[in-house]
């Protein structure tokens, strides 16, 4: 079963306004992390935000929050005040235990940011 | 600081010739390597990870293997490359519970 689901394939969203990507996951672990990095066109992989499965508060990070809804299950990413080098893949992820910290990615959602 | 490096860039390869990525990281001892690969406009698919000097756990069954002979140094090897074996190879490193990556190495196997 698919550890990470991303649904979105391709988002476009207007310079200035906000988007929320979409990250649902699946662990029965009751330790575990979520990640959302950012992959631009040069390949870089860029971490962004990170969330802890006890944190008691959506992680924010400058423009980015996490919002964490531990009950469904999902782990949203929001980008306020969309910037046209916000253009990129984002990749939603989840580390399981405490053990190895191996990450487990989802397939990807691609922004376009339209001036 | 913190620093990761990765070569070659890119690469072709043909069918069946041996392959050699390296991975080095700058500024830290003891991280935690991990190789991914991403096929074109996928996710990232974890191939190995290390804890150690000499310490390499496999996670999916394939051509490649991985070694790490010296503590900031991961590297990545195939005897003879199949074309599935194509794709953006990344390493990464772990610090507290964020990993880092490398710029990549994009290998076409033709």
């Known amino acids: 079963a698919q550890k990470i689901t991303q649904t979105q394939p391709g988002m476009f969203v207007q310079e200035k306004e906000a988007v929320t990507l979409d990250c649902t996951y699946d662990?029965?672990?009751?330790?575990?992390?979520l990640f959302w990095y950012k992959q631009p066109s040069s390949g870089e992989m860029i971490f962004l935000i990170y969330?802890?499965?006890?944190?008691?508060q959506n992680a924010t990070e400058g423009r980015y929050s996490l919002n964490f809804q531990k009950a469904r299950k999902s782990a949203n990413l929001v980008i306020s005040a969309s910037q046209l080098g916000d253009s990129a893949m984002y990749f939603c992820?989840?580390?399981?235990?405490?053990?190895?910290?191996?990450?487990?990615f989802g397939a990807g959602t691609t922004v376009t940011v339209r001036a | 600081s913190q620093t990761i490096h990765q070569w070659p860039a890119t690469l072709v390869q043909p069918v069946g010739s041996p392959l050699s990525l390296e991975c080095t990281v700058e500024?830290?001892?003891?991280?935690?390597l991990y190789w991914y690969r991403q096929a074109a406009g996928r996710g990232l698919q974890l191939l190995f990870y290390?804890?150690?000097?000499?310490?390499i756990s496999s996670e999916v069954p394939q051509n490649l293997s991985a070694s790490r002979p010296q503590d900031r140094q991961f590297i990545l090897s195939s005897k003879k490359l199949l074309l599935s074996d194509s794709g953006f190879y990344l390493c990464?490193?772990?610090?507290?519970?964020?990993?880092?990556f490398g710029p990549g190495t994009r290998l076409t196997v033709t």
């Open positions: 969330q802890g499965s006890y944190d008691q």
């Open positions: 290390s804890v150690g000097i000499g310490q």
């Open positions: 662990t029965s672990d009751p330790s575990y992390g």
């Open positions: 500024g830290t001892s003891n991280p935690n």
């Open positions: 990464a490193w772990r610090q507290t519970y964020e990993q880092y």
């Open positions: 992820a989840m580390r399981e235990g405490l053990r190895d910290y191996k990450l487990s």
